[in-house]
C-alpha cells in the first residue's frame, strides 16, 4: 500500500503563505490522482483540492485563487501552495491516494 508523509505546515500570520508537501512510496504515483483534505477542530473532514494524473487541477471554492496545487512525478512529491492564508484555513491537511492517508500536517492561521 502507498504511504504517504505531509510536510511544510506551521504558523503563519493572516495573509501570509505557507507550502505544503505530500510525498509518497512507490512507482505507481504518476497514475492516481492525490487529494489534499483538512479537518479543524469541531469539524468534518473536507475536501480541499484535487490533482489528476494529467495535472488537471480543482479546487473547493473557499480556497479557489489563493491555493495552487502541484505535482512533481520525478519526485513522488505533490506541493500544496496556499497564499492569502485566512484564519478559517486553520486546520490539518491531510494527503490522500489510492486510498491511503497521511498522518496530517498542522497549519495554523493566526496574528
Known amino acids: 500500500q502507498v504511504q504517504l508523509v505531509e510536510s511544510g505546515g506551521g504558523l503563519v500570520q493572516p495573509g501570509g503563505s505557507l507550502r505544503l508537501s505530500c510525498t509518497a512510496s512507490?512507482?505507481?504515483?504518476?497514475?492516481?490522482?492525490i487529494y489534499w483534505y483538512r479537518q479543524a477542530p469541531g469539524k468534518q473532514r473536507e475536501w480541499v483540492t484535487t490533482?489528476?494524473?494529467?495535472?488537471?487541477?480543482y479546487y473547493a471554492d473557499s480556497v479557489k485563487g489563493r491555493f495552487t496545487f502541484s505535482r512533481d512525478n520525478a519526485k513522488n512529491t505533490v506541493y500544496l501552495q496556499m497564499n492569502s492564508l485566512k484564519p478559517e484555513d486553520t486546520a490539518v491537511y491531510y494527503c490522500?491516494?489510492?486510498?491511503?492517508w497521511g498522518q496530517g500536517t498542522q497549519v495554523t492561521v493566526s496574528s
Open positions: 490522500k491516494s489510492q486510498g491511503a
Open positions: 512507490g512507482s505507481r504515483f504518476a497514475l492516481y490522482p
Open positions: 490533482i489528476n494524473s494529467s495535472g488537471s487541477t
